[in-house]
């Protein structure tokens, strides 16, 4: 069999790895889209690579649009094969790809006017809410733990890696020339500890590993310091300042986890009265869904619900459910804190707070997640930065640009290293690094074969190994 590696190749972003069998399936690891970039990452999308109607399955590791947001693309494009993820995973693909489709249809709007300007012909989203609602179809969700057959030869087995709701290592095992191939894929690798989610599990010893590196080259710092960094950004800039703390924040996991974290702020009497705004539809449909997978929540969330029924809400805490209610944010005058989509600032609600905040030394812009060096987040944070284009208009940078990286759903390279030890090195034939910038998985590499893994490849785009 071979695997070809289409995207998440050397950058974090697109994840898309095809495995062709010696019998023909063709089994897709994630379907993710390029992002970070903008509609330049518009043509990136449309070239797949391959053809969709030849592929059989498609396996999701977890439901963040950069591993799941091309399926309904593909749907559009022919596949009709089975999508195959966790419960959690497909409950949250119900509305993430619903509202990726929206905000590409509303790009696409604006980007048609400036075409029309300029006398070019109109583009056409690469798909619609139709195609995000039809291949919903496909899905077949499975529990973590349980081996799922898909053929005589082929079943994959999930098993949480802690890094979002429903997400998980995918174990793959396939029978060929009489011989069990055993592959697993980590998808995105969580933290040891999480505010919400359970920690991660160890899972099969695999005789190839696909890997992620996003943060292979990097330590986090030590979660009570950068709970108490938080608490004292909140403090400075809502209370004594009185302005405004944006935060962008992906509406999956961090903003559930920052809501979680005020409230446990609130409960133990560490903050006055502040109003939280979470502007994100999509955010409140995803809270409903970590309320009803109860099962994949920590011990402590657990405990904490013996005496707050609602871990994700309190008193001062508004869910921004319309256009009309957001708008009304630009002029709010009133100091509080504002929590928007996406975590990049490259689309949603949170650009338009930002150019609307940027200007006022009172306020502040927390990071609290990776961001791809070419998106907004990333040029946002340029140390001397004192100007910054945003829906292509400059806007002078006079509030203060923090971040806390802590806060990430992405363990670092010790932590990654801590979670591969399930694994005995010496039986792995070969390990492949995915999902990380050149520069950090060259780190990440030396430091697995210094614990004993051999043959780690950096595989570059579209780049093929024969297994």
Known sequence: MKIKFIGAAREVTGSKHLITTKDGKRILLDCGMFQGKGLETDAKNRDL????????????????????????????????????????????????????????????????????????PPVEPIY???????????????????????????????????????????????????????????GDIGRPSNYILRSPDPFPQCDYLIAESTYGNRLHPQVEQSEKEFLEIVKETCIEKKGKLII???????????????NNFYNQHLLPRIEVFVDSPLSVNATEIYRMHSD????????????DNDPFGFNSLHYIKNVEESKALNTYDKPCIIISASGMMEAGRIKH??????????????????????????????PGLREISIFGEIHPVNAKICKIEAFSGHGDYKEMIDFLK???????????????????????????????????????????FIL
Not at 354 to 382: D, F, H, K, M
Not at 435 to 462: A, N
Request: with cysteine; aromatic share 10%.
């Open 296 to 307: 994949s929540l920590n011990k402590n969330v657990k405990e904490i619900l013996k005496f």
């Open 248 to 262: 962008p924040a992906f509406s999956i996991g961090r903003t559930q986890e920052l809501v979680f974290l005020l």
């Open 49 to 120: 690579g391959f053809d969709p109607e030849t592929v059989d399955h498609i396996i999701l590791s977890h439901a963040h649009i950069d591993h799941s947001g091309l399926i309904p693309y593909l749907y559009k494009r022919g596949f009709r094969g089975s999508i195959i993820c966790t419960n959690a995973t497909r409950d949250l693909c119900s509305i993430m790809l619903a509202d990726s489709a929206h905000i590409q249809e509303l790009d696409v709007k604006w980007f048609n006017k400036k075409r029309a300007r300029q006398g070019l």
């Open 353 to 382: 707070h930002v150019a609307n905040n940027i200007e006022n030394p009172r306020n502040t812009i927390l990071i609290v997640g990776y961001c791809t060096p070419t998106s907004l987040g990333a040029r946002i944070q340029q």
């Open 422 to 464: 399930c694994q005995s090195p010496e039986l792995i034939k070969k390990t492949f690094l995915v999902h990380g910038d050149y520069e950090s998985q060259i780190f990440y590499r030396e430091r697995l074969q210094q614990v004993g893994f051999r043959g780690v490849e950096i595989p570059d785009e579209k780049q093929e």
């Open 128 to 186: 619609n809410q139709e195609d995000a609602e039809n291949c919903m179809d496909l899905f077949i969700s499975v529990a973590y733990n349980r081996r799922f057959y898909i053929d005589d030869k082929i079943n994959v087995k999930f098993t949480n890696n802690g890094h979002l709701l429903g997400s998980s290592v995918v174990n793959l095992e396939i029978n060929e020339n009489g011989k069990k191939v055993h592959i697993a894929y980590t």
